[in-house]
């Protein structure tokens, strides 16, 4: 396989944490999904050069690995798990790190630094110190550090996690935008299905230190084949073999009697859980044929009707042509 | 004395013994309080003897504290940031001069740096400079005492700052020197600050070690203690009018150690 020259090629093996090979052209902005421990943060650390060293990374057309580079020769720009400003140094002072680190001026660094503030909005918080910001500004704060340096690779590891929703909402707008003039390439490690879906490109599903899919942000939400991704899209994803089969939860019907239709396509199972979803009701259903619990839409009047409170018996069922059916191309997981 | 009234009262088994104890521990510095002769205190403070010592004590205490920041700063960051082997060995040899008994410790740098020591020796013989009994004896055996205080002390705090930023330095392309001075040490300061204190505290009260190496010799090696040790017998009450000024500055240090800000960030 030849290296091309402009984008980054990752051959990612640490033994029992990650293994991973993926590439990505300039401009790519791929999410990192996956359940906690799927090797996520390994992942990004390793390709930031903070993690024991494994495998092989280049990016544009130059080796990381071997021979290895150093993390602060890389040009990554990282937005850490726990925002990590330096809680001694103001928000400009911060963001000016980088570009004095890397040899600029003091009165350049400010400008460049003020500048970075300013796109996002907070240009007048440029003397406070971190413990003066709040976790929204914090978190623009880091984000325009490590963008402040203009690296080639962009590495974020979860940058909402840990705000309030509405917090979280205004920032991922905001950083679509600025991902959008971006021209480097971006890893987005998150937990949230929307961050991959307004952000991404690209779809990276990492699954016990496997990559379990990739592909563009709508086929991985539609055609789910990891348990975790379908819980983060909302779906029933039932696998039987190679082949997988996708449906809403919108469209199961929720019955005290045997349905009819299809066989397979109606399950037995108690109720575990009732909680609200949207205008609806979301029930959880342990069903028994499925083999996994089950989620079902309805709406409270249904409910109400039905008497469906948790450790009720019930019938689910689905009709065929609400069902997506896909195959794993890959076999192997 | 709600739980007086719920438990009991404290049997006297424990109230006295405890009585006793605090008796024992307040009693003496009452009293040398007491005995202190204030009306002449400004006067004795004046005599050349007390003069002396009490110069020689602000150098040497003064310069022990620089030689800790100057050499015991990188070592605390060597135990707390870089890794090799033997690290917990060099640590732990690090601090025995914590527990050593202060004359062991004048006698190992006698052994050492003395006239016919293994170093003082060589030196002697290549420059014609003999160490012990000038006063840079007085701080090498005040360093030598102080410094493991300042090691761990400041290693502590390094490890408490957390790693972690100087991962996040290093991704913005800061060299380890650039990460030391602008992220590591600032971070770390107030545990340098109570690092410093500490030494100063320790070269302050320093006897043992310095009397074995350094001698007593006024005006060049003879410290307060050293002069106090002498004038107990001879003039009871300089001694005296010394033993308040220590007292006094080990209060205030207990006071400032005491200060959250020194001792948390």
């Given at each position: 396989m030849s290296a091309t020259p402009a984008g980054l090629r990752a051959d990612i093996d640490i033994p029992g944490r990650v293994t991973a090979s993926f590439t990505a052209e300039p401009g790519d902005v791929v999410a990192v999904l996956g359940p906690?421990?799927?090797?996520k943060t390994t992942l990004l650390r390793a390709l930031a050069g903070i993690a024991e060293p494994g495998g092989e990374v280049m990016l544009n057309g130059t080796?990381?690995?071997?021979?290895p580079v150093l993390v602060r020769d890389r040009g990554v720009g990282v937005v850490f798990q726990q925002q990590?400003?330096?809680?001694?140094?103001c928000a400009l002072d911060n963001v000016a790190f980088g570009l004095r680190s890397r040899g600029a001026a003091r009165g350049d660094a400010e400008r460049v630094g003020r500048d970075w503030l300013a796109r996002f909005g907070i240009?007048?918080?440029?003397?406070?110190?971190p413990r003066e910001l709040s976790g929204g500004q914090a978190q623009r704060v880091a984000i325009a550090r490590a963008l402040a340096t203009e690296p080639a690779l962009l590495l974020l590891d979860e940058?909402?996690?840990?705000?309030?929703v509405g917090v979280a909402t205004a920032l991922r707008l905001e950083l679509a935008r600025h991902l959008a003039a971006y021209s480097g390439i971006t890893l987005l490690v998150t937990h949230q299905a929307l961050d991959a879906l307004t952000l991404a490109t690209r779809v990276l599903v990492l699954d016990e230190g496997l990559i379990a899919q990739q592909g563009t942000p709508a086929d991985v939400a539609a055609r789910p084949r990891t348990d975790h991704v379908a819980r983060l899209v909302g779906l029933n994803v039932l696998r039987a073999g190679d082949t997988f089969s996708a449906f809403s939860p919108t469209a199961v019907t929720v019955s005290l009697r045997p349905p009819e239709g299809s066989a397979r396509l109606r399950w037995r199972g108690a109720i575990l859980g009732v909680s609200p979803h949207g205008d609806a009701l979301r029930l959880l259903v342990d069903a028994a044929g499925a083999g996994r619990h089950l989620i079902a839409d309805v709406t409270p009047a249904a409910a109400a009707e039905l008497g469906l409170t948790p450790g009720r018996e019930v019938w689910l069922s689905v009709k065929e042509t609400a069902v997506e059916w896909y195959s794993a191309p890959r076999s192997g997981r | 004395m709600s739980r007086r009234s719920t438990l009991g009262a404290p049997p006297a088994l424990l109230l006295v013994p405890a009585l006793v104890a605090a008796t024992f521990l307040v009693v003496p510095l009452a009293t040398l309080v007491i005995a202190t002769p204030w009306s002449r205190f400004f006067e004795l403070l004046g005599t050349e003897a007390v003069r002396d010592a009490l110069g020689i004590t602000a150098l040497t205490s003064v310069a022990t504290v620089i030689a800790c920041l100057l050499l015991g700063t990188p070592l605390a960051w060597l135990l707390a940031r870089v890794e090799f082997r033997g690290r917990s060995l060099l640590r732990a040899a690090v601090t025995v001069p914590l527990v050593l008994p202060p004359v062991v410790a004048g006698v190992a740098l006698v052994t050492a740096l003395?006239?016919?020591?293994?170093i003082g020796g060589l030196l002697r013989d290549l420059t014609g400079v003999t160490i012990p009994y000038t006063t840079v004896a007085v701080v090498l055996a005040h360093t030598f005492a102080s410094m493991p205080f300042y090691v761990l002390a400041v290693e502590g705090a390094l490890r408490a700052s957390g790693e972690e930023y100087d991962v996040v330095a290093a991704s913005l392309g800061a060299t380890r020197w650039t990460t030391f001075r602008r992220i590591t040490l600032p971070l770390a300061l107030p545990g340098v600050l109570a690092g410093a204190i500490l030494a100063w505290a320790r070269s302050l009260g320093e006897f043992g070690a310095t009397i074995t190496?350094?001698?007593?010799?006024?005006?060049?090696?003879?410290t307060m203690p050293s002069l106090i040790y002498g004038a107990l017998q001879s003039d009871p009450e300089v001694a005296r009018t010394l033993s308040m000024i220590l007292l006094i500055v080990s209060v205030a240090i207990l006071a400032s150690l005491r200060n959250r800000w020194l001792v948390r960030p």
């Open positions: 906690n421990g799927a090797g080796s990381w690995t071997d021979p990590a400003l330096f809680p001694h140094l240009a007048d918080l440029a003397g406070r110190k940058p909402f996690a840990g705000l309030d | 003395g006239r016919n020591g293994l190496f350094a001698g007593n010799y006024p005006g060049t090696t003879q």
